[in-house]
């Protein structure tokens, strides 16, 4: 276990320091494009993903330690804020604590410089505050509660956007079926309890299926659309095909980490949840030097691109939510930029 926290810890050095260094001082490109036509297209920052799916194959981080997964979530929420949405408004958050309620990000606000100064340090330099702070949620369902790994909520507004990852890098034939079961029934028993809530899926796979197993790989396509096509499902589903080299293949234990599907919802504390700072020595030699993956977009079915999955959670989010809402996400969708 204390192996597994220590590649987090190291994992989370690396990944803030990735998003860090894509948007400057907290200033994020606007992701939003119009065609000739005038219609708008979400255009996301692969680059940055690719440079992200590079950490935990550096760190031989296998599925177990949560940390390839995780290169996914930090990356959507960090497309989230490309569209707008605030750095305490998206979980996981740019900075430890990854997950800090909005009311305690307003009360920080409001405090005098003097009273803010020793809670906002206890708030980041403790791993986690039990009820507080942490790096992962659970979300009550309707039977029962489920870690979601991408959210925006809000005591005043409920979930907003729940967005669940999932990886497999092999064992494809046998983890497959049970990864599509699992997320079909997820996708039920959140969508039943909230309905207004924008809920996706993404899923991120090794390229090498294309070669190894193409006839999982064209079932697995076909039935991660139609997830994202069924009425009392997601909203949306997406595909991260992933292609790297033999020699940077990550440890397969064949299992993604355990989930206490009756854990008490709210956050989870999670002690390696902050960054180890001087843990990967110079972060920006150990950045250019990150394993090099090349993202298959070129394989990847239209109804499972990241880019429509972008723009159906986000334009979900803002069309179920009054014009008074989300005004920076609004205004970055209105200011979208000519091709």
């Given amino acids: 276990m204390a192996?597994?926290?220590?590649?987090?810890?190291?994992?989370?050095?690396?990944?803030?320091?990735?998003?860090?260094?894509?948007?400057?001082?907290g200033v994020h490109t606007n992701p939003w494009v119009k065609d000739a036509s005038g219609k708008r297209h979400f255009q996301?920052?692969?680059d940055t993903l690719s440079l992200l799916l590079g950490v935990p194959l550096f760190l031989k981080a296998n599925t177990q330690s949560g940390v390839p997964a995780l290169a996914l979530d930090v990356w959507l929420s960090y497309e989230l804020r490309?569209?707008?949405?605030?750095?305490?408004?998206?979980w996981p958050r740019p900075t430890h604590p990854r997950i800090l309620p909005s009311s305690v990000?307003?009360?920080?606000?409001?405090?005098?410089?003097?009273?803010?100064?020793?809670?906002?340090?206890?708030?980041?330099?403790?791993?986690?505050?039990?009820g507080v702070t942490a790096s992962s949620a659970s979300i009550l369902g309707k039977n029962y509660t489920k870690q979601v790994d991408v959210i925006i909520t809000d005591w005043s507004t409920g979930p907003e956007l729940l967005i669940s990852t999932k990886r497999m890098d092999s064992s494809f034939g046998k983890n497959a079926p049970n990864r599509i079961?699992?997320?079909?029934?997820?996708?039920?028993?959140?969508?039943?309890?909230?309905?207004?809530?924008?809920?996706?899926?993404?899923?991120?796979?090794?390229?090498?299926i294309l070669r190894e197993e193409p006839g999982t790989a064209e079932w697995l396509f076909d039935l991660l659309i139609k997830l994202g096509q069924e009425d009392d499902a997601y909203h949306a589903t997406g595909l991260v095909l992933m292609e790297y080299g033999d020699d940077a293949v990550l440890p397969d234990d064949g299992e993604e980490p355990a989930v206490e599907a009756l854990a008490e919802p709210g956050v989870e504390a999670e002690e390696d949840s902050a960054?180890?700072?001087?843990?990967?020595?110079?972060?920006?030699?150990?950045?250019?030097?990150?394993?090099?993956?090349?993202?298959?977009?070129?394989?990847?079915?239209?109804?499972?691109?990241?880019s429509r999955f972008l723009a159906a959670m986000v334009e979900r989010v803002l069309g179920i939510t009054p014009v008074t809402m989300h005004r920076g996400a609004r205004r970055h969708r209105a200011e979208a930029r000519q091709l």
């Avoid at 569209?83 to 998206?90: C, E, N, V």
């Avoid at 606000?109 to 039990?130: D, F, H, M, Y």
């Fill in 3 to 25: 192996a597994e926290k220590s590649a987090k810890a190291k994992a989370w050095t690396l990944f803030d320091r990735i998003v860090d260094r894509a948007a400057p001082e």
């Fill in 44 to 46: 996301p920052d692969y």
């Fill in 82 to 90: 490309r569209a707008g949405f605030g750095k305490d408004q998206t």
């Fill in 105 to 130: 990000a307003n009360l920080l606000e409001e405090l005098t410089a003097k009273e803010a100064g020793p809670v906002r340090a206890k708030v980041e330099r403790k791993s986690a505050i039990k």
């Fill in 181 to 208: 079961e699992e997320s079909y029934g997820d996708a039920k028993n959140l969508r039943l309890r909230h309905p207004l809530a924008a809920l996706g899926f993404m899923f991120g796979l090794n390229a090498v």
């Fill in 275 to 306: 960054p180890v700072v001087d843990a990967v020595g110079d972060i920006d030699l150990t950045i250019a030097n990150l394993p090099k993956v090349r993202l298959r977009l070129d394989a990847t079915p239209d109804e499972l691109m990241p």
